[in-house]
Nanobody, 118 residues
Framework: QVQLVESGGGLVQAGGSLRLSCVAS????????KGWYRQAPGKQRELVAA???????NYADSVKGRFTISRDNARNTVYLQMNSLKPEDTAVYYC????????????WGQGTHVTVSS
């Protein structure tokens, strides 16, 4: 199995910045997509940003221009730089990797809390 561990969440004031990290471990031959999702209380989980093996990126409209997803393939790591944070960005953030190891995998991290105060 592939395990993901997130870090970097916390409490920040509106307008501030945070950087989330997610590192994968286990038997991994290739990772097709690395993504960040979030789930606010009472809401469904939503895609925040994703990056493919070729480097193509995709962002939710609500975070475009404020968040940047990046990766370190050698370390099986993905980052989410979050700038100009807003109270509506408050949520639990999860990373997700899809790829191939001992068969196809679609793995999730345990989540990291981000709270933005107004």
């Amino acid at each position: 199995q592939v395990q993901l561990v997130e870090s970097g969440g916390g409490l920040v004031q509106a307008g501030g910045s945070l950087r989330l990290s997610c590192v994968a471990s286990g038997i991994i031959f290739s990772i097709n997509t690395k993504g960040w999702y979030r789930q606010a209380p009472g809401k469904q989980r939503e895609l925040v940003a994703a990056i493919t093996g070729s480097g193509s990126t995709n962002y939710a409209d609500s975070v475009k221009g404020r968040f940047t997803i990046s990766r370190d393939n050698a370390r099986n790591t993905v980052y989410l730089q979050m700038n100009s944070l807003k109270p509506e960005d408050t949520a639990v953030y999860y990373c997700n990797f899809k790829g191939y190891g001992r068969g196809d995998f679609d793995s999730w991290g345990q989540g990291t809390h981000v709270t933005v105060s107004s």
